[in-house]
């Protein structure tokens, strides 16, 4: 794709033209809609109301690596999972003290965004279910992998991602991961998810809660 392509006015946009790729999940009992906080949760908001399925998060917290915490040893998810990456706890010789200290910290800061988001902290039903994981876009790929790879864990029939944007380098890596992936555009130019909206203002705690609220009695 080309760097002509129009950018979305915002996340409500985005998630109304994601719904519409999206028409074939509409009216089944057995789909589950999961937003990525915070960005992620208007555009899930947006495709759980046109598909009338229920609207939930999933709260991933990346395991920086101790004095290099851009660089992931692995991720915590929702009820507490975690996936690890033993090749880079190997190469950086990171000891399991530095794992488990790094994982309290991390589950304290996933609690408290579970609270804030969900009222409660726990993980949403989907056993059997056909998760469709939402972000507003993928740039690495990274955090997204690490929610696949929580889901996995919890048996559902099927997992599909769907943003409205994401680089090629992530569909590339991600789209064997996943039953299916869902994106309006993959650029060739892409560096970062904000360049394709005119508005990408941050979404705060409270718009994620109200919107999760919203949708809980809709």
Do not use: C
Request: a negative charge.
């Amino acid at each position: 794709m080309n760097s002509e392509l129009t950018p979305f006015k915002d996340r409500v946009h985005a998630g109304r033209l994601l719904a519409g790729a999206l028409r074939r999940y509409a009216g089944r009992d057995d789909v589950v809609v999961l937003g990525l906080p915070r960005g992620g949760v208007p555009v899930a908001f947006e495709v759980a109301e046109a598909l009338h399925a229920p609207l939930d998060v999933i709260v991933v917290r990346k395991l920086g690596v101790p004095g290099w915490e851009e660089l992931a040893m692995g991720a915590i998810s929702t009820g507490g999972i975690r996936v690890l990456n033993e090749e880079i706890i190997r190469r950086a010789g990171i000891s399991r003290e530095q794992i488990e200290a790094v994982t309290a910290r991390e589950l304290a800061e996933l609690r408290r965004r579970e609270t804030a988001f969900r009222g409660r902290s726990g993980t949403p039903d989907i056993a059997g279910k056909t998760v469709l994981l939402i972000d507003d876009g993928i740039a690495t790929g990274s955090t997204i992998q690490a929610a696949v790879k929580v889901l996995r864990a919890q048996k559902p029939a099927a997992i599909v991602i769907a943003v409205p944007t994401a680089s090629v380098q992530a569909f590339e890596m991600l789209r064997g991961e996943v039953d299916d992936f869902v994106s309006l555009m993959i650029p060739e130019n892409f560096h970062a998810v904000g360049q394709w909206y005119e508005d990408f203002d941050q979404t705060s705690d409270a718009g994620v809660k109200a919107l999760l609220a919203e949708a809980a009695n809709a």
